[in-house]
């Protein structure tokens, strides 16, 4: 039995259709035996994005080409081809401009004697894109077969459609994956450990709000846990099965902002290497959480405002816009309402975030709370380090009770992670209850960054010109400054950067700056 070049062609692609390759190889091969099949120089398959053209995979026409884009209105071959449901054929005299002018990798005759002929390819009704072939001979598309080329198309929107649906489920593969991991980050920790009437109001008032979908915008000193209360929150409402995506507003780089909140499409810009969701879409039905807005650039505020407002985002580099159904729960520890006053916070966003606003008060108002608390860190620490029993001796109980806690909740449990430590590097007998006295707790006047009391007396130690009569908090505070200048330089200015080598929060990371009196711009002008 003898076979056919096209009966050959076809059985290359149809198995291919059940290989499993990215869809860039097997575009590549279903171009490969077009051109095994049908005489000509150069074929292309191009996808049409919005009104630009894309080619997705060429061959006989120069490496570059994959590379450009072609907007329709600019090219009328193009445009015509794809007006068309039959095949478009243009002979070598065509005054219409050729797209792939320059291009032909094997052209060394003069372009205008091409013969080009183009065809639309549709998927669901819909036109996908082009398919193109481009010969050097005049009038050698005459020798096709008209019923050969058609079946070939249905079987390039075939590979087409099977390609797209690979690509869409492994996306939701991806998706789903990204959610399972929030949803498991989410269950983890909201617990709002605390019996005094502040806490026990907050908790009740928590529960009230959560049932709504109102925005909440939560308010409180550093380390306060509006972050935990925002996945209190989340977690009481009927969105607890949906993600709660999480948005450092601080640490959004003003250029990608846009492309954080509202993700981008391949080649949107430079390193924009893939299309990808952004935190609205994957908080989609679920809630998303603004922590450190206050920090939010006033630049970006539009963008964010009218997301909320249009409760739809559109990805960098696309025309489309995408539905979402997102809570929108925001934190800061800045007094947004003066931020607003004083210019720093639009007064429309600020409106859209505090449609319920919530206070979580400071831990030196919460009584008794600090030794609840104090005990959780104790239990979290002791099964961390594989401890026996740990207590608070009453010097320690006394010292916890009377300090002022300006760095919070998150001050107690630095505190209590780093005397359990100091305790379990001196006690190691199994069984023996280990007892946290007030002398290692030492309490720090301020540790919004955790600074350990030995890398300040080193500090001291090493300075000679240091004043021996520095009090803890000056010794400190010197120590900070010094050490955040040297890491300031090191990495050329950049806060965020530098935050992220001292482990700080770049929120915190700024108001340290603030507080040691660092004046960057002026170290810049300085260098
Ligand atoms: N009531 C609480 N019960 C248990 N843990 C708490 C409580 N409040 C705060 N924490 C813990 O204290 C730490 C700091 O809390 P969180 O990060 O939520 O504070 P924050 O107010 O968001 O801080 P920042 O203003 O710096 O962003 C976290 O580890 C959190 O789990």
């Known amino acids: 039995m003898t076979s056919s070049p096209m009966a050959d062609s076809m059985i290359s692609v149809v198995s291919d259709l059940s290989r499993q390759m990215t ?58 081809i794809l007006l068309s449901h039959e095949p478009v054929r243009f002979e070598a005299g065509c005054e219409l401009p050729d797209p792939y002018d320059g291009l032909i990798a094997t052209a060394d005759s003069p372009l205008h004697v091409h013969d080009c002929l183009g065809v639309a390819l549709y998927i669901d009704e819909r036109p996908w894109g082009l398919l193109t072939l481009d010969a050097l001979t005049p009038g050698v598309f005459d020798t096709i077969n008209p019923t050969e080329l058609r079946t070939f198309i249905r079987l390039a929107e075939a590979t087409i459609r099977v390609s797209t649906l690979i690509q869409s489920l492994q996306r939701q593969v991806v998706r789903e994956h990204e959610v399972a991991r929030l949803l498991a980050a989410d269950m983890s920790r ?112 539009p963008k964010l405002l009218r997301a909320l407002q249009a409760g739809e985002v559109q990805r960098v580099g696309s025309d489309r816009y995408h539905r979402v159904d997102v809570r929108v729960i925001a934190a800061t520890n800045r007094d947004l309402k003066q931020e607003v006053a004083s210019g720093r916070f639009r007064a429309d966003l600020y409106h859209r975030l505090s449609v319920y606003p919530v206070l979580v008060p400071p831990l ?111 010794a400190t505070d010197q120590f900070q400054r010094e050490l955040v200048c040297r890491v300031l330089r090191r990495k050329g200015y950049n806060r965020t950067a530098c935050a992220r080598e001292l482990s700080v929060d770049p929120g915190n990371f700024t108001r340290l700056l603030k507080r040691l009196g660092v004046d960057v711009e002026e170290m810049k002008r300085e260098v």
């Open 23 to 80: 869809a860039n190889s097997r575009y590549q091969r279903l171009l490969d035996s077009m051109q095994g099949l049908f005489p000509c120089d150069a074929v292309a398959l191009l996808q049409l994005r919005d009104t630009t053209l894309h080619p997705v995979a060429v061959s006989g026409l120069s490496d570059d080409t994959l590379g450009r884009t072609f907007v329709v209105e600019d090219q009328p071959r193009f445009a015509r």
């Open 190 to 301: 909201s617990e709002l450990i605390g019996e005094s009437p502040a806490i026990r109001g907050l908790i009740e008032e928590l529960d009230v709000v959560a049932r709504s979908d109102l925005a909440v915008l939560i308010s409180g000193e550093t380390g306060t846990g509006k972050e935990l209360v925002a996945r209190h929150l989340h977690a009481a409402s009927s969105r607890a099965d949906a993600p709660l995506v999480y948005v450092n507003c601080a640490a959004l780089p003003e250029n990608l902002v846009e492309s954080e909140l509202f993700g981008h499409t391949k080649g949107a810009f430079s390193g924009a290497t893939g299309t990808r969701s952004g935190k609205f879409e994957l908080a989609d039905g679920g809630t998303l959480f603004l922590d450190e807005i206050g920090e939010m650039p006033l630049a970006t505020q």
């Open 364 to 474: 030196r108002e919460r009584g008794r709370d600090i030794l609840l608390l104090a005990g959780h860190f104790l239990e979290l620490n002791r099964r961390n380090l594989g401890l026996g029993a740990l207590r608070l001796d009453r010097s320690a109980r006394e010292a916890l009770l009377a300090h002022d806690w300006p760095g919070n909740v998150r001050e107690l449990e630095h505190l209590i992670s780093r005397a359990v430590l100091r305790l379990s590097a001196t006690h190691r007998k199994p069984g023996k209850v280990l007892s946290l006295t007030a002398e290692l707790l030492a309490l720090p006047c301020d540790s919004t960054t955790p600074v350990l009391l030995s890398d300040v007396t080193e500090y001291q130690q090493r300075s000679p010109g240091t004043p021996s009569v520095l009090s803890l908090r000056e």
